[in-house]
């Protein structure tokens, strides 16, 4: 991350993927980019979000056959 432009820079720090892979990084080999328990609560706010958007999206049912 640190030798993207600072546009990309900006643009990763936003990509649930960063985090999710500098947390196996973490695991395997002891360092990472970001910090990891930081890493850890915007993987869980991520995960949340997307359930949240995923039974709002079931619970209005627009588009699925009954």
Partial sequence: VDILPH?????????????TVNAFRYGFF????????????IMIAFTAAFFIIAVMLMTRGRGIRE
């Fill in 30 to 41: 002891g360092t990472s980019d970001v910090n990891v328990a930081g890493a850890f609560g």
């Fill in 7 to 19: 546009w990309a820079r900006t643009l990763s720090f936003v990509n649930p993927i960063l985090y």
